[in-house]
């Protein structure tokens, strides 16, 4: 019997479409379901929530809760994190203070100041559940959805022997909507995607084997709708020949181009039909105004029965990898691990996103070897500001936060030096109590 422990299982949604596919598998179908949050209230219903997926597919497995999170990973086999550290009212001022400054931030949960920051008050967190996994479940599999997900893994991965991924759902999110685009169906494209989380790069895009990127390029070119669903992304596309994962409006953030000047935002990240073009503060709305309906929305779905649609099995790739572990079918997915030479031109030992097989005998990324330069520039400024910021989190010093900072494109597009050390100061003040590495919080 397979123990799967969730932490942060409170994130219902996320946490019942993934019990649901773990369940789907006949070699899973038995598990036992461990859930864990600090919130007893989503605990409950993310409890009820599994309850109800295990009787309505009439599944032989078990579901535990509790509060205890040594309890809940206790002889865990794989532990999934889902966690958000803070409420709205600690991590909206990620969001609040760079627009002070004229840093104006779409998501901030990946990297530039708000990522960072949020990095920084994530880690702790993130080692006191690896430090309780080393205790009580040490050969378990640690596979995290929490972001930013190249920092966290990657500083997890400096300091434990835990087993552990990072899993994102926006590689195959983005070549099903390249798939779309060109009216292919999607079990008929293969791809080679690689770079670091949020900003990899389809190498080749192929549909029955022939190179598709001509298609997507007619696409973006002569169809208005498919242009304007991903306006920034396909600017991306036209200038740099490669197409990157991750909406526009997370990918306004991660680079000079488009955010530096209202004009642009206006231009760029204001009137995209896709799900996320790039307006100011996007998802902190969308928590607060979830903060403040979310009972009533999680009794009124729960109150619903489950249809057979409901019960099917989606694209995230927890449920296939966990099979493919415990002796299923080999899986091949994209995911974060370190950087041993899979990607040269990249930083040795950072996280990278890249193409993995997996199997019984565990995880075989795949060699890529040298990102295309148009390609690799971005990326490697990328990564190298993450691994400076986790070096400035195990160090404790925020002068290397500052450094970090410096470097980041949208900020250094808009701000000097001088206004980054004193946004970078604001955020210290403001965090300080959440952020225990540092022994001192002004730069």
């Known amino acids: 019997m397979t123990k799967i422990t969730f932490i942060g299982a409170g994130s219902l949604e996320f946490t019942g479409e993934l019990v649901r596919d773990i369940l789907t598998f006949s070699l899973l179908q038995d598990a036992t379901i461990s859930l864990m949050d600090i919130d007893a209230e989503r605990l409950k219903f993310a409890e009820t929530?599994?309850?109800?997926?295990?009787?309505?597919?009439?599944?032989?497995a078990n579901v535990v809760a509790t509060l205890d999170r040594a309890e809940a990973l206790k002889g865990s086999d794989f532990v999934l994190t889902t966690i958000l550290s803070g409420s709205t009212e600690v991590w909206r001022h990620d969001i609040e203070i760079p627009k002070k400054y004229g840093v104006d931030i779409n998501v901030g949960d990946t990297r530039g100041p708000s990522?960072?920051?949020?990095?920084?008050?994530?880690?702790?967190?993130?080692?006191?559940?690896?430090?309780?996994?080393?205790?009580?479940?040490p050969d378990a599999v640690l596979l995290n959805y929490t972001n930013p997900m190249a920092l966290l893994v990657s500083a997890i991965q400096k300091q434990t022997f835990i087993k552990v991924t990072g899993l994102c759902h926006s590689v195959q999110g983005t070549a099903m909507m390249l798939a779309d685009w060109i009216g292919a169906p999607y079990d008929e494209i293969d791809y080679l995607c690689a770079g670091i989380n949020h900003q990899a790069w389809y190498l080749n895009y192929r549909w029955n084997g022939k190179d598709a990127y001509p298609m997507i390029h007619k696409a973006i070119t002569e169809r208005p709708d498919v242009y304007n669903e991903e306006q920034v992304r396909n600017e991306m596309y036209l200038a740099l020949?490669?197409?990157?994962?991750?909406?526009?409006?997370?990918?306004?953030?991660?680079?000079?181009?488009?955010r530096k000047r209202p004009d642009l935002i206006e231009k760029y990240c204001t009137h995209g039909t896709g799900w996320n073009p790039g307006e100011y503060a996007y998802i902190l709305k969308e928590y607060q105004h979830n903060e403040a309906n979310w009972k009533d929305l999680v009794k009124e779905r729960l109150a619903q029965p489950l249809t057979e649609k409901d019960l099917e099995l989606g694209h995230e790739y927890a449920?296939?990898?966990?099979?493919?572990?415990?002796?299923?079918?080999?899986?091949?997915?994209?995911?974060?691990?370190?950087?041993?030479?899979?990607?040269?031109?990249?930083?040795?030992g950072a996280c990278v996103e890249v193409p993995i097989v997996v199997d019984k005998a565990g995880f075989h990324p795949i060699h890529v070897g040298a990102l295309p330069p148009e390609t690799a520039l971005l990326t490697q400024l990328s990564s190298g500001i993450e691994e400076l910021a986790i070096q400035a989190s195990l160090a404790g010093d925020p002068t290397l936060v500052y450094r970090a900072i410096c470097h980041d494109p949208l900020t250094a597009s808009v701000l000097s030096l001088a206004e980054i050390r004193q946004m970078t100061n604001e955020l210290f003040t403001q965090h300080k109590e959440y952020l225990p590495q540092f022994k001192h919080h002004q730069v």
């Open 115 to 137: 990522g960072i920051f949020r990095f920084l008050r994530t880690l702790p967190d993130m080692m006191d559940i690896v430090r309780d996994m080393e205790k009580v479940c």
């Open 49 to 60: 929530a599994v309850s109800k997926i295990i009787t309505e597919g009439k599944y032989p």
């Open 241 to 258: 020949g490669y197409y990157v994962t991750e909406s526009s409006g997370h990918n306004s953030e991660y680079n000079w181009w488009f």
């Open 319 to 348: 449920a296939f990898i966990i099979n493919a572990l415990q002796g299923g079918d080999i899986f091949k997915f994209n995911g974060n691990v370190q950087n041993n030479g899979i990607i040269t031109n990249l930083p040795e």
